[in-house]
């Protein structure tokens, strides 16, 4: 079954870059990865998706590496309004539960 | 263009009863998922619903169900509550099942006290 592996919690300063890591060393060539954040006392919202290829939109960018176990969340300048629970999932294209799997996620503090 | 609704967003039982809670999706989407959040374990898959067919199921005893009507809306069930039970419970829509693209929308979730 398709897993991920995040950092409880990670720290920035605001108005720098950040890099939220998330290792699958189990995924297969079906499965894409989902970036979904949860700010507090709001229920999760999507970020970014991507299979392959490095993908940006107005909200992050996301770095896949070439094995496609490992990928970087990238918030190119934080602001107070994203510190959040970051979660990274898998979700295989054919469908199946593990694919909605979210766990912990990796609870992001900004300083101002 | 309305978000999910969940109803209600409070309610406290008592151990031995049992609860519904109700998800109305976006319209036009036709998957809801259900997942049960607390602090110890996280965010975790109930079951997921489509076309009023229930497709893929989480790890979660029988006391938990689930049913989707044919206006897409859905309702879960917990029966015999357990304290373990309390928790937030959010609801998702998407316009497709199970699918790479399918980004999930989120209610505001419905909180849960067994006392």
């Known amino acids: 079954d398709a897993k991920t592996t995040q950092p409880n919690s990670m720290e920035s300063n605001e108005e720098e870059p950040v890099h939220l890591p998330c290792n699958h060393s189990?995924?297969?060539?079906?499965?894409?990865i989902h970036w979904y954040r949860q700010l507090p006392s709001q229920g999760p919202e999507y970020v970014i998706h991507?299979?392959?290829s490095n993908v940006n939109n107005r909200m992050a960018s996301l770095a896949i590496a070439e094995d496609r176990k490992s990928s970087t969340l990238i918030l190119h300048r934080a602001t107070l309004r994203d510190a959040a629970v970051y979660y990274c999932?898998?979700?295989?294209?054919?469908?199946?539960?593990?694919?909605?799997?979210f766990g912990k996620g990796t609870h992001l503090i900004i300083q101002p | 263009k309305a978000g999910v609704t969940q109803t209600p967003r409070y309610l406290i039982k008592t151990r031995g009863q049992q609860v519904t809670l109700s998800c109305s999706p976006i319209?036009?989407?036709?998957?809801v998922s259900w997942y049960q959040q607390t602090p110890g374990q996280g965010l975790q898959f109930l079951f997921e619903?489509?076309?009023?067919?229930?497709?893929n199921k989480g790890n979660f005893p029988g006391r938990f169900s689930g049913r989707q009507f044919s206006n897409s809306r859905s309702e879960m069930n917990v029966s015999t509550l357990e304290l373990g039970d309390s928790a937030l419970y959010l609801c998702?829509?998407?316009?497709?099942?199970?699918?790479?693209?399918?980004?999930?929308?989120f209610g505001e979730g419905s909180r849960l006290t067994v006392l």
């Open positions: 998702a829509s998407s316009p497709t099942s199970g699918r790479h693209t399918g980004e999930l929308f």
């Open positions: 189990t995924i297969s060539g079906t499965d894409y």
């Open positions: 991507g299979l392959t």
């Open positions: 999932i898998l979700r295989p294209s054919g469908g199946g539960a593990d694919g909605l799997t």
């Open positions: 319209s036009g989407h036709r998957s």
């Open positions: 619903y489509f076309s009023e067919t229930q497709r």
